[in-house]
């Protein structure tokens, strides 16, 4: 017997990232997906060192050696696209970041199949879905002002 499905979420720093969320927006606004690079984006997340007894590199935003379930990687379906968020911060031009596939992207990498379909988030998509750990949901503060 299985109990009820948690949320998801990504992590990144000190952004988290509701999959849930982005997973209802796509469905109320629907959109073609893109095809995901699968090379490159498995050589950005350090993919390739993740299966090196040796390694000397990590990589900086993709999965520790012991956080990713290589078996159930295995398992993914390729068929669901990933999704990609887009963010924005002080107004430059925005950064793309895997918040949905990580499993799937590997398994690709593994299998050598060079594309994936991927959602790609608005900016604005993005904010919305997006807490800090330290300022609350969607950047407010959680941190009453002091009194002066």
Request: proline share 11%.
């Amino acid at each position: 017997m299985t109990g009820p499905r948690l949320p998801q979420w990504f992590h990144f720093g000190p952004w988290m990232f509701s999959i849930d969320a982005a997973q209802a927006l796509i469905t109320a606004s629907p959109r073609d997906t893109r095809p995901l690079d699968v090379p490159a984006w498995s050589a950005a997340y350090g993919l390739a060192h993740l299966d090196n007894p040796n390694a000397w590199a990590t990589s900086v935003i993709g999965p520790t050696s012991t956080a990713l379930n290589r078996t159930y990687a295995m398992t993914a379906d390729l068929t669901k696209p990933l999704i990609v968020a887009q963010i924005s911060v002080n107004k430059q031009p925005p950064a793309t970041l895997l918040i949905d596939g990580t499993h799937r992207l590997y398994r690709a990498w593994r299998e050598h199949i060079p594309r994936l379909p991927a959602y790609v988030l608005t900016v604005e998509e993005t904010r919305q879905i997006q807490d800090d750990l330290l300022l609350g949901p969607r950047g407010t503060s959680t941190i009453p002002p002091s009194n002066p």
